[in-house]
C-alpha cells in the first residue's frame, strides 16, 4: 500500500471505544481497529470475554494499546462517569463503536415495560449517551468518527422482535440526528447494518438448520455473513476515507435488503 493509502486509512494515533467487545460483532470490529493502529478501550458485561479480546488484541497488534472496562449500558447513569473515569487512563476515544445490543426474543404479547425499557436503553440510548460523553474530548481534537450497528430489522420486521426491531429502526434515525448536531465540528457518524452474523445473539438462527439456509437465500450472494466481512466497513467508517460522509448507513447483508 502506497503512503497516500496508508494516511488515508491508518489508525495511528487514534483512541477506539468499541462497546459489546467481550464477543461478536463488537470484539471483531475492536480487533480490526487495533490492526488499523488504533489505541482500543473495550467494554462490555462480560469481563472474562473482555480478557479474550485484548488477548488477541494484544497477539495481533501488539504495538497497539488496549485496555477493558466492564460496564452495564442499561443503567445509563453510570455511562458518563464510568467513560470519564476511563478516559483518564486512556485519553478520551476520538472513535465510537457503538456494537453493544440485545434481542430478548419474545412475542409481542409477552414483552414487559422492563424488557422494553431495557431494550431500549441498550440499543439506542446508550449509543447516544455515550457519544455525547465523548463529544467534548473530538471536539477538542477537532474531529471525530462515531459508527453505530443497525439492523435488517431496521428496514424489515421480524417475528419476536417487536423491541428489538424499533430500537434498530431508531438507530437509523439517531445517526442522521448525531451527524446534523456535531459534524459542523468535523465529526462524522455513521451506522452498519449487518445482515446474519455469527454472534451470541443469532444463536437461536443458527441453530436452526432451516431458518439458516432461508436468510442464506435471501441473500444475492447466496450465504449469511462472515464476521471478517465487517472489516472493509469499519476501517472505512472509522478512518480520514469517510471526512466528508456522515448520516449514513451501510447494509453489510450480502445483498439481503437489495432484493
Known amino acids: 500500500m502506497n503512503s497516500y493509502l496508508q494516511g488515508m486509512f491508518t489508525l495511528k494515533g487514534r483512541v477506539a471505544l468499541c462497546t459489546g467487545a467481550s464477543s461478536g460483532i463488537g470484539a471483531h470490529m475492536a480487533k480490526t481497529l487495533a490492526k488499523a493502529g488504533a ?17 488477541a ?38 472513535i465510537l463503536v457503538n456494537a453493544a445490543g440485545i434481542n430478548l426474543r419474545q412475542a409481542a404479547d409477552d414483552i414487559l415495560i422492563k424488557d422494553w425499557q431495557q ?93 439458516l439456509t432461508h436468510h442464506a437465500g435471501m441473500t444475492a450472494v447466496g450465504r449469511n455473513g462472515e464476521l471478517p466481512d465487517l472489516e472493509g466497513a469499519t476501517l472505512f467508517f472509522a478512518s480520514n476515507a469517510c471526512r466528508y460522509i456522515t448520516g449514513q448507513v451501510l447494509a453489510v447483508d450480502g445483498g439481503y435488503t437489495a432484493k
Open 39 to 55: 489505541d482500543v478501550v473495550l467494554i462490555g458485561r462480560d469481563e472474562q470475554g473482555l480478557k479474550v479480546t485484548k488477548q
Open 57 to 94: 488484541i494484544s497477539g495481533q497488534s501488539p504495538s497497539s494499546g488496549c485496555i477493558y472496562k466492564t460496564l452495564d449500558l442499561s443503567v445509563l447513569e453510570s455511562i458518563e462517569p464510568a467513560i470519564v473515569q476511563i478516559s483518564k487512563k486512556a485519553g478520551f476515544a476520538d
Open 119 to 211: 431494550t431500549l436503553n441498550i440499543n439506542t440510548a446508550a449509543p447516544f449517551f455515550l457519544a455525547r460523553t465523548l463529544i467534548g474530548g473530538m471536539r477538542q481534537k477537532g474531529y471525530g468518527n462515531i459508527i453505530n450497528i443497525a439492523s435488517l430489522q431496521s428496514y424489515r420486521a421480524f417475528k419476536k422482535s417487536m423491541a428489538y426491531g424499533a430500537s434498530k429502526g431508531a438507530i437509523i434515525q439517531l445517526t442522521r440526528a448525531m451527524a446534523e448536531a456535531w459534524s459542523g465540528d468535523g465529526i462524522v457518524c455513521n451506522a452498519i447494518a449487518p445482515g446474519f452474523f455469527p454472534t451470541r445473539m443469532t444463536v437461536p438462527v443458527y441453530e436452526d438448520k432451516v431458518m
